[in-house]
């Protein structure tokens, strides 16, 4: 021990009171070793290989996403579709959207083709990086066991559950960062070093390119940290301003890009989060509503679970009124204090920002870190074998349940006469288009993203072109791109899945003095539909 007699007898005294409680030492703010599990029993070999094993079943669950998103349709969702349509060039920008996940999806698409398992494998890998980063980040304050339930449990965060699975694609490559900056940002505080700075610059920016409402949650992460003592020494130690100089550097090209087209970038968002057409009064009211519903939802899920699994006497913590610990540690303090900043910033933006509508979807990736938060702030909740026992199996029934909801929800909606997408003929699309003399390479233009999507997943070697016939310049987008099909001596064909276009969008592609185009139409049943169910349109 070194240092003053005063702060040497604090030592010495907190490493008897923890030998003679049983209770295992927790390093300090500045310790360089992550906290261990307890002493190892005759059987510590079984239980080491126990708890390597979620590890193991994360990965098979992993691969049985993938397989089972290829298994279960040809058909893409919406923003899927937008992947498939993005990925046909590289740009610094995609709408209102950063183009980090189109960059990741374009690259994973050269060696798997623009199809159903690229856009898989891209989900299910993000989707398991994140609850490893989530393992680490845990691992920095907490013992092994303790760390793998923390990770684990966001499987009952609604989030990570059936709307990641269905559609999303920014918002999971966004939920892996913040696991990602958790985990870089907790190290760093514990053990500092440029280096480390570095890479928290880099997962910063790679954040900010996921999505950005990255900014809010490194706000709070940022305001949350300094307010501590223990973490504010370490991030403002030797060699911080990497972190914040190699982030802008990273952003630059993308901010330049937004800069030149503010509009594209910031429509969209702000018409979600502020509707037009919406009163001041009704505006406030829903938004405070959905801020309810946020708040109350984001974590009572996982939190009736673990009540369950773990019970009452855990929750009340020894650990918080034990003699060695009269008040939690700095990483317990540092999540909590995040969480409640996370809370008033939303209130914030909906009392004075104007914002009226809040989807959890939205939210989900701010308060990932819910459950590792409880775990560091009640220490005891992680140090129950028979409550990690039944918390590991109501682990493992979500995430099977949200398996096999996912693969029965389109056979489910096809019985009920439901046309879901998922349930959409691919494969008489693709032969009605090559029957009527389609050669699989001329250029495309789409109605919407949806149908693009996927004709671009059926004819890979295709350029695709959405005129989305709900913008207003759907007419001038045909006519500028058969116009440029014309000058290269190229034909084209015109592709309406769905949604039927009105009779301007087919007549844009035919010259001014020319014919009136005529559109040849198909209604193909769905899959397993029955006689009278609805069918698809395809002209």
């Given at each position: 021990c070194t240092g003053s007699y005063i702060s040497c007898s604090k030592q010495l005294t907190q490493d008897a009171r923890s030998r003679s409680l049983n209770v295992p030492h927790r390093p300090s703010a500045m310790s360089s070793a992550p906290p261990a599990d307890p002493a190892p029993t005759s059987t510590g070999a079984t239980a080491r290989g126990r708890w390597a094993d979620p590890l193991t079943w994360l990965l098979i669950w992993a691969i049985l996403g993938t397989v089972g998103r290829v298994?279960?349709?040809?058909?893409?969702?919406?923003?899927?579709?937008?992947?498939?349509?993005?990925?046909?060039?590289?740009?610094?920008?995609?709408?209102?959207?950063?183009?980090?996940?189109?960059?990741?999806?374009?690259?994973?698409?050269?060696?798997?083709?623009?199809?159903?398992?690229?856009?898989?494998?891209?989900?299910?890998?993000?989707?398991?990086?994140?609850?490893?980063?989530?393992?680490?980040?845990?691992?920095?304050i907490m013992p092994r066991r303790a760390a793998w339930l923390a990770s684990l449990g966001t499987f009952w965060l609604p989030g990570m559950g059936w709307q990641v699975l269905r559609d999303q694609t920014h918002t999971v490559l966004l939920t892996c960062m913040v696991a990602a900056t958790w985990w870089l940002l907790l190290r760093q505080i514990r053990s500092p070093s440029r280096c480390g700075f570095a890479l928290l610059g880099a997962v910063m920016a790679a954040g900010v390119l996921s999505k950005y409402s990255y900014v809010l949650f490194a706000g709070a992460a940022a305001l949350a940290a300094l307010s501590l003592p223990e973490a504010r020494r370490a991030l403002l130690g030797r060699g911080w301003w990497w972190a914040p100089a190699l982030a802008l550097l990273l952003i630059a090209p993308h901010a330049a890009w937004i800069w030149s087209h503010w509009d594209d970038a910031t429509r969209s968002t702000l018409t979600k989060l502020r509707p037009p057409h919406e009163g001041?009064?009704?505006?406030?009211?829903?938004?405070?509503?959905?801020?309810?519903?946020?708040?109350?939802?984001?974590?009572?899920?996982?939190?009736?679970?673990?009540?369950?699994?773990?019970?009452?006497?855990?929750?009340?913590?020894?650990?918080?009124?034990?003699?060695?610990?009269?008040?939690?540690?700095?990483?317990?303090?540092?999540?909590?204090?995040?969480?409640?900043?996370?809370?008033?910033?939303?209130?914030?933006?909906?009392?004075?920002?104007?914002?009226?509508?809040?989807?959890?979807?939205?939210?989900?990736?701010?308060?990932?870190?819910?459950?590792?938060?409880?775990?560091?702030?009640?220490?005891?909740?992680?140090?129950?074998?028979?409550?990690?026992?039944?918390?590991?199996?109501?682990?493992?029934?979500?995430?099977?349940?949200?398996?096999?909801?996912?693969?029965?929800?389109?056979?489910?909606?096809?019985?009920?006469?439901?046309?879901?997408?998922?349930?959409?003929?691919?494969?008489?699309?693709?032969?009605?288009?090559?029957?009527?003399?389609?050669?699989?390479?001329?250029?495309?233009?789409?109605?919407?993203?949806?149908?693009?999507?996927?004709?671009?997943?059926?004819?890979?070697?295709?350029?695709?072109?959405?005129?989305?016939?709900?913008?207003?310049?759907?007419?001038?987008?045909?006519?500028?791109?058969?116009?440029?099909?014309?000058?290269?001596?190229?034909?084209?064909?015109?592709?309406?899945?769905?949604?039927?276009?009105?009779?301007?969008?087919?007549?844009?592609?035919?010259?001014?003095?020319?014919?009136?185009?005529?559109?040849?139409?198909v209604a193909l049943p769905f899959r397993f539909s029955h006689d009278g169910k609805p069918t698809l349109s395809l002209q």
């Open positions: 298994l279960l349709s040809g058909a893409v969702t919406w923003d899927q579709a937008e992947q498939l349509i993005w990925i046909q060039t590289i740009q610094w920008g995609y709408g209102a959207q950063p183009p980090l996940y189109t960059w990741i999806q374009w690259l994973v698409s050269a060696a798997l083709g623009p199809s159903v398992l690229s856009l898989a494998v891209v989900k299910h890998a993000l989707m398991a990086l994140t609850f490893v980063f989530l393992y680490l980040a845990a691992r920095e001041a009064l009704r505006a406030l009211l829903g938004g405070l509503e959905d801020w309810l519903k946020v708040v109350i939802g984001a974590a009572l899920p996982w939190a009736l679970m673990a009540w369950w699994a773990l019970g009452a006497p855990a929750w009340r913590g020894v650990s918080v009124a034990a003699p060695a610990r009269p008040t939690p540690d700095w990483p317990g303090r540092l999540l909590v204090r995040y969480l409640l900043i996370v809370v008033a910033a939303l209130l914030a933006m909906v009392l004075f920002a104007g914002v009226s509508r809040l989807e959890g979807r939205w939210v989900h990736p701010l308060v990932l870190i819910a459950p590792m938060a409880a775990f560091a702030w009640w220490p005891a909740l992680g140090e129950q074998p028979r409550g990690q026992r039944r918390y590991l199996i109501a682990v493992g029934v979500m995430a099977g349940l949200l398996w096999l909801v996912n693969w029965s929800d389109s056979w489910l909606d096809a019985a009920r006469g439901h046309a879901d997408r998922f349930n959409w003929p691919v494969g008489q699309i693709e032969a009605q288009l090559r029957a009527a003399g389609y050669d699989g390479k001329a250029p495309i233009i789409a109605n919407r993203h949806i149908g693009g999507g996927l004709l671009r997943s059926r004819f890979p070697e295709a350029h695709v072109t959405v005129c989305d016939i709900e913008r207003w310049d759907a007419e001038l987008c045909v006519q500028d791109t058969t116009h440029h099909a014309r000058q290269q001596g190229r034909r084209w064909w015109l592709v309406a899945v769905e949604d039927a276009p009105s009779a301007g969008w087919w007549d844009a592609a035919e010259p001014a003095d020319g014919p009136a185009a005529t559109p040849h139409s």
